[in-house]
């Protein structure tokens, strides 16, 4: 509806820009006990930030679960709807398991939004359901000063299929699945400077599932994979850096990148999420080759529903490569890999 209030007018962030920042998240969490010991069947916990919870149902079958929600990053409800629903599900993916369920997380402000905006939102969670298998089936919902909007999503994956982000191993390629960018088109939109096919770009990406997950994880020589959302590219491969024990280094002209994203960082469009992200981990990157600051500000860019990072031994890179193209993911490249050495982030130009 064209006289309907703006979603983003509501918030104070969008997207995976919401997130708490990871230097602020850790200093929270510094103190809640992360050991799994009383629950032996849970095989993936609090330990190392990983994208989903893991446990073992038995018959080496093992339940997903995980949580996604978020602040509007569009103003179009169905679209909205689409981005969380998608970013929500692919945790499950992003753990080489097959999504089997959905609840939706629903918070409002009924009295300032229109039923229809609502109800387009909730349908546009609904169809990434229905593109994803899955139904969506229940939820919860309040009355809120922020719209808000999610799902609990509840995947399946044999025990030995299970990919974390702690496998890495020196030596290892690092292939991204998706481009980054998405937060600087955010930016840009909310500046009113995004053209309509900036704004059409976005939208492909961050409504598109990240599908290869479970046949990445069928590949023995896939050791690690996590996705890249509101911690960027920088910040979810340091978690693998720290999980790993190992040292990352990315060749920042391989990771593939939006075009008008890069065009928008040239001219100086960045979140303020970057900026923090920097600060909670900027410590623990070292910039080779005078990175310029646009490049800085894409690889610390919150991605909203972003690609698959893996982590894989050399001769599994064709096969993954391959995985990608056949679900559509034209520009998944190797951007780097892992070496011997202390949990960092090294970037070259």
Request: charged residues 15%; aromatic residues 4%.
């Amino acid at each position: 509806m064209s006289d309907s209030p703006k979603l983003t007018g509501f918030s104070h962030g969008g997207g995976c820009g919401c997130k708490i920042a990871p230097a602020v998240l850790d200093r929270i969490l510094s103190e809640v006990p992360k050991t799994a010991l009383p629950y032996p069947d849970l095989l993936v916990g609090l330990e190392n930030g990983d994208d989903a919870a893991v446990y073992h149902v038995g018959g080496g079958l093992a339940v997903v679960a995980t949580t996604d929600f978020f602040m509007p990053i569009v103003d179009d409800g169905y679209d909205f709807g689409r981005i969380a629903a998608t970013n929500a599900i692919s945790d499950v993916y992003a753990m080489g398991a097959r999504p089997i369920l959905a609840l939706a997380i629903l918070a409002m402000p009924v009295d300032k939004l229109p039923d229809t905006v609502i109800r387009d939102i909730v349908r546009g969670g609904l169809s990434v359901c229905e593109a994803a298998g899955i139904p969506l089936a229940g939820g919860h919902s309040i009355d809120s000063v922020e719209p808000i909007y999610g799902l609990v999503a509840l995947g399946i994956v044999e025990t030995t299929r299970i990919r974390r982000n702690d496998g890495g191993r020196a030596g290892d390629i690092l292939v991204l699945g998706k481009p980054l960018g998405v937060g600087i088109l955010s930016a840009a939109l909310k500046k009113g400077v995004l053209s309509p096919g900036g704004y059409d770009t976005m939208i492909g990406v961050t409504t598109r599932l990240n599908t290869p997950g479970p046949d990445l994880a069928a590949l023995d020589g896939v050791h690690a994979m996590t996705d890249v959302t509101g911690f960027a590219l920088l910040g979810h491969g340091l978690e693998i850096c720290r999980g790993s024990g190992v040292t990352a280094r990315i060749r920042a002209a391989a990771v593939p990148v939006i075009a008008e994203a890069a065009a928008l960082a040239r001219s100086g469009i960045v979140t303020g999420a970057s900026a923090r992200n920097w600060t909670s981990y900027g410590s623990a990157v070292d910039l080779y080759d005078g990175i310029p600051d646009w490049r800085k500000n894409l690889l610390t860019d919150p991605q909203t529903s972003g690609g698959l990072l893996v982590s894989c031994s050399p001769d599994t890179v064709p096969q993954v490569l391959a995985a990608f193209r056949a679900h559509g993911f034209a520009e998944a490249a190797v951007i780097g890999e892992l070496a011997e050495g202390p949990p960092r982030v090294q970037v070259s130009a």
